[in-house]
């Protein structure tokens, strides 16, 4: 019974970002309700599917420690970008060729680690999330198009879930504030009921159970850009997935070696691949799940195969994932700008330490967000470039990326005489500076550095 309830727990706590990902996406790229509920119980299923997976330890796959895996955010901008452009089909090719490729460059994805440091993967990062607040601002409007955009009444319900959201995160600690956004879900769509404009429709024609089918919404086509964005968005999923790794391996005392990671980042690779059979999504690490695991103390895989046997479960329960259809655009959008500005605040939380480090990191930054975002905006840019050209540069998360990474590539990746003559400076300084035990002369040296 004790394994039940602390499983439970952990299927609320990521529950909330199970459901937004499939409703965003959803919505965003036209799906009708009846497909976006199939969407929620297919993600919801793979969730669990991909949590047994990374659980489990066998020679070739899954790491073996307590980790949920579910839909990583940063994969939605990205995915709404290539629906709209290419389709559907393009989304789910893109998903099953970026886990092919993550499963078989498992193995060397450690030394393309070096590409992908903290100021390439936080810049990566802050781009997606910024790009997706226009996502969450729409939605609070009442979602683009929508008849009744900016009515006072979708103003005042959005904004009133974000608050309540807010608030709860403030005065709470612990679980309940683990799960302050499905609360501020459930809340702001129960107000919106007494509102009268929520519609039960689909809950009502929903089957109660249903049998999953591979390529349900779409026959996966494979274009290069959507290939190649989706393995970028993969690549700094695992950057953050390792960290997410080695936190757990000193919460359960394990130590994790290559061949542990090289197995983990196989089983992040596979899940992506089955999950674009079944139309669904590419998955990573939940790290609020740590965050509870931390909290109660549990450490137990059996614990975490219980949470995937009751996602599973839910995913062959249609009504269960068109109660999550009914939550009205507003109500997601205040949700939304909370989860996608936790996504810029991860950026800015992995920028922080290596900007103050180096006025070169803070010009990577300053570029690589600043053309990424300016694309974004103003999409038509490079419009007199060759189409095959236009492919790179018309997205503002692509050449975002591309410049952090070229920029990193020549200031901290390519020898320099100025660094290679400061490091010189610094390390005569500092002998001169103990042979004359003078510590004013090592911390100057060390200042100029």
Same mark, same amino acid.
Not at 176 to 201: E, K, M, P, Y
Not at 421 to 446: F, Y
């Given at each position: 019974?004790?394994?039940?309830?602390?499983?439970?727990?952990?299927?609320?706590?990521?529950?909330?970002?199970? $459901?937004?990902?499939?409703?965003?996406?959803?919505?965003?790229?036209?799906?009708?309700?009846?497909?976006?509920?199939?969407?929620?119980?297919?993600?919801?299923?793979?969730?669990?599917?991909?949590?047994?997976?990374?659980?489990?330890?066998?020679?070739?796959?899954?790491? %073996?420690?307590?980790? /949920?895996?579910?839909?990583?955010?940063?994969?939605?901008?990205?995915?709404?970008?290539?629906?709209?452009?290419?389709?559907?089909?393009?989304?789910?090719?893109?998903?099953?060729?970026?886990?092919?490729?993550?499963?078989?460059?498992?193995?060397?994805?450690?030394?393309? /680690?070096?590409?992908?440091?903290?100021?390439?993967?936080?810049?990566?990062?802050?781009?997606?999330?910024?790009?997706?607040?226009?996502?969450?601002?729409?939605?609070?409007?009442?979602?683009?198009?929508?008849?009744?955009?900016?009515?006072?009444?979708?103003?005042?319900?959005?904004?009133?879930?974000?608050?309540? #959201?807010?608030?709860?995160?403030?005065?709470?600690?612990?679980?309940?504030?683990? #799960?302050?956004?499905?609360?501020?879900?459930?809340?702001?769509?129960?107000?919106?009921?007494?509102?009268?404009?929520?519609?039960?429709?689909?809950?009502?024609?929903?089957?109660?159970?249903?049998?999953?089918?591979?390529?349900?919404?779409?026959?996966?086509?494979?274009?290069?850009?959507?290939?190649?964005?989706?393995?970028?968005?993969?690549?700094?999923?695992?950057?953050?997935?390792?960290?997410?790794?080695?936190?757990?391996?000193?919460?359960?005392?394990?130590?994790?070696?290559?061949?542990?990671?090289? !197995?983990?980042?196989?089983?992040?690779?596979?899940?992506? $691949?089955?999950?674009?059979?079944?139309?669904?999504?590419?998955?990573?690490?939940?790290?609020?799940?740590?965050?509870?695991?931390?909290?109660? %103390?549990? !450490?137990?895989?059996?614990?975490?195969?219980?949470?995937?046997?009751?996602?599973?479960?839910?995913?062959?329960?249609?009504?269960?994932?068109?109660?999550?259809?009914?939550?009205?655009?507003?109500?997601?959008?205040?949700?939304? /700008?909370?989860?996608?500005?936790?996504?810029?605040?991860?950026?800015?939380?992995?920028?922080?330490?290596?900007?103050?480090?180096?006025?070169?990191?803070?010009?990577?930054?300053?570029?690589?967000?600043?053309?990424?975002?300016?694309?974004?905006?103003?999409?038509?840019?490079?419009?007199?470039?060759?189409?095959?050209?236009?492919?790179?540069?018309?997205?503002?998360?692509?050449? %975002?990326?591309?410049?952090?990474?070229?920029?990193?590539?020549?200031?901290?990746?390519?020898?320099? !005489?100025?660094?290679?003559?400061?490091?010189?400076?610094?390390?005569?300084?500092?002998?001169?500076? !103990?042979?004359?035990?003078?510590?004013?002369?090592?911390?100057?040296?060390?200042?100029?550095?």
């Amino acid at each position: 019974m004790k394994t039940t309830v602390l499983g439970f727990q952990h299927l609320l706590a990521m529950y909330a970002g199970a $459901v937004l990902v499939p409703l965003i996406v959803g919505n965003a790229i036209g799906l009708s309700p009846t497909q976006l509920t199939y969407l929620v119980s297919i993600d919801i299923l793979m969730c669990g599917v991909a949590t047994i997976l990374q659980i489990t330890r066998n020679k070739y796959f899954g790491i %073996g420690l307590p980790v /949920v895996l579910g839909c990583t955010f940063t994969a939605v901008g990205p995915m709404i970008l290539i629906g709209n452009e290419y389709g559907i089909s393009a989304i789910y090719g893109a998903v099953i060729a970026s886990g092919a490729i993550i499963f078989f460059i498992s193995k060397f994805f450690g030394s393309l /680690v070096r590409f992908f440091p903290p100021i390439v993967t936080g810049s990566v990062v802050t781009i997606i999330g910024i790009t997706l607040i226009p996502v969450a601002i729409n939605n609070m409007g009442g979602g683009q198009g929508a008849e009744d955009f900016g009515s006072i009444t979708n103003v005042a319900l959005s904004f009133g879930t974000l608050l309540f #959201i807010v608030l709860l995160y403030r005065f709470s600690t612990g679980f309940l504030q683990s #799960i302050a956004i499905l609360l501020g879900l459930v809340v702001g769509t129960v107000v919106a009921v007494f509102l009268g404009i929520v519609d039960f429709s689909n809950v009502q024609d929903a089957s109660y159970v249903h049998m999953v089918a591979p390529f349900y919404l779409a026959t996966p086509t494979f274009h290069f850009l959507p290939i190649a964005i989706m393995t970028l968005v993969a690549m700094v999923s695992l950057v953050e997935s390792t960290g997410v790794y080695f936190a757990l391996g000193d919460i359960c005392d394990e130590n994790i070696d290559q061949s542990k990671l090289e !197995k983990g980042y196989r089983a992040e690779g596979l899940a992506s $691949v089955i999950g674009g059979i079944f139309n669904a999504f590419p998955y990573t690490t939940f790290s609020q799940n740590v965050g509870l695991m931390q909290l109660s %103390g549990v !450490k137990s895989r059996k614990v975490i195969f219980v949470t995937a046997i009751m996602l599973i479960s839910l995913g062959f329960l249609p009504k269960v994932a068109a109660l999550a259809t009914i939550i009205p655009n507003a109500v997601l959008g205040g949700a939304m /700008v909370a989860m996608f500005g936790m996504v810029v605040s991860q950026g800015i939380k992995m920028l922080s330490p290596v900007i103050s480090k180096s006025e070169d990191n803070a010009m990577i930054v300053a570029c690589s967000i600043g053309i990424g975002l300016g694309v974004s905006v103003v999409p038509n840019l490079f419009s007199s470039l060759p189409e095959t050209v236009q492919i790179l540069t018309s997205n503002g998360i692509v050449l %975002g990326s591309i410049t952090a990474i070229f920029l990193n590539i020549i200031f901290n990746m390519i020898p320099s !005489k100025k660094k290679q003559t400061a490091i010189v400076t610094v390390e005569a300084t500092t002998t001169v500076g !103990k042979s004359q035990n003078d510590p004013v002369l090592v911390r100057a040296s060390a200042e100029s550095k």
